[in-house]
């Protein structure tokens, strides 16, 4: 239970006045659990939600799902992907469940409107309706469905805590972080599965095993997070989408770094060339603030080039404009961020 109050680390300005005061919590650890930085509580158990897609992807690999279907780096990507459901992640779903042989009415994630503007504006002037293809997490699902497939088990209610499916993920996901995922603090993520609550530190000292090859996780699990580490990466608009941090930081650092946003103020990821991991949690699930957050974690952890610098900065000091156009504010980290690094 946490015992105290986490710090504010971002805050709101509009015009010369703080506004909005967010408290948050990170985590930076390296691959033998060792913490390198960190703010708040680390050990309060969180909520991950999308922030740990890759680790859930590695069901993929221990079902024998990747040789089974040959899943290439695109596939890996989108099971790992909340993407905004632009027509390159629709298109990519299609082609992954086609390679599988599954259909979208196997998908169990739900429809809805995709996040990004033009896409949904297109597809208002066609007159079409969202599928499940359109969910932000169909590329995941579609790797649930395919593990399921791999293991020989019925894919109906993969979705559920007791089918073999989420089991696998559930066990897989514990292996990483390593904690017992309780269900006295599991609840049901938007996209219908499983979310457990696991402490910071966990995660971000998980993700640092993932980049590390020479990490204590069995073999099965450093390859398959090399794989996993490089479809992102290399595919992070697929993982991502347009005007995403995830998207533009991955891009910017070229194979060097993988991040994840999840859903109420959460990011996890890892630095490949140091091997250090990071998770973060903002309490009251500002995904802005989650952005600033990750954006200063970035800047300061890796070597940076002027470049990356500048596009970090956007990210963490970011402005808010009204429907006129005009600046009303931004987030940007508070005077107490750089005292925790």
Wanted: aromatic fraction near 6%; hydrophobic fraction near 40%; include cysteine.
């Amino acid at each position: 239970m946490q015992q105290t109050a986490n710090p504010v680390l971002v805050e709101f300005t509009r015009g010369n006045w703080v506004e909005n005061r967010h408290r948050a919590a990170f985590c930076v650890a390296d691959s033998s659990g060792k913490i390198v930085a960190s703010a708040g509580d680390v050990d309060h158990p969180i909520f991950p939600r999308s922030a740990i897609k890759s680790l859930q992807a590695l069901a993929l690999f221990e079902s024998g799902a990747v040789d089974q279907f040959a899943l290439d780096d695109r596939d890996l990507a989108l099971a790992c992907a909340s993407h905004k459901g632009e027509p390159i992640h629709v298109e990519g779903v299609e082609r992954f469940l086609d390679k599988i042989g599954m259909s979208a009415d196997q998908l169990e994630c739900g429809a809805h409107v995709p996040s990004d503007k033009a896409a949904r504006e297109a597809m208002r002037a066609k007159g079409e309706t969202p599928t499940a293809l359109h969910n932000n997490c169909s590329g995941k699902h579609t790797g649930m469905l395919a593990v399921a497939k791999a293991m020989g088990v019925d894919p109906k209610g993969y979705i559920e805590q007791d089918h073999a499916v989420q089991k696998l993920v559930r066990s897989c996901v514990e292996k990483v972080v390593g904690d017992t995922m309780s269900t006295d603090r599991c609840g049901r993520d938007g996209c219908s599965i499983p979310t457990w609550a696991s402490p910071l530190r966990g995660f971000a000292t998980g993700f640092a095993k993932l980049s590390d090859p020479n990490s204590d996780l069995p073999a099965l699990y450093t390859q398959a997070g090399q794989r996993l580490f490089d479809a992102c990466a290399q595919n992070a608009m697929l993982v991502a989408g347009t005007d995403r941090i995830d998207t533009d930081a991955m891009e910017a650092f070229k194979g060097q770094l993988m991040m994840k946003v999840g859903a109420d103020g959460v990011f996890c990821g890892a630095l490949r060339n140091s091997h250090l991991g990071f998770a973060l949690k903002v309490d009251d699930g500002s995904v802005p603030a989650a952005e600033a957050i990750v954006a200063g974690l970035v800047a300061s952890l890796a070597e940076a080039s002027d470049a990356q610098k500048k596009l970090l900065a956007q990210w963490s000091h970011k402005t808010t404009k009204n429907w006129r156009g005009f600046e009303v504010g931004a987030a940007h980290l508070s005077g107490e961020f750089a005292s925790f690094l």
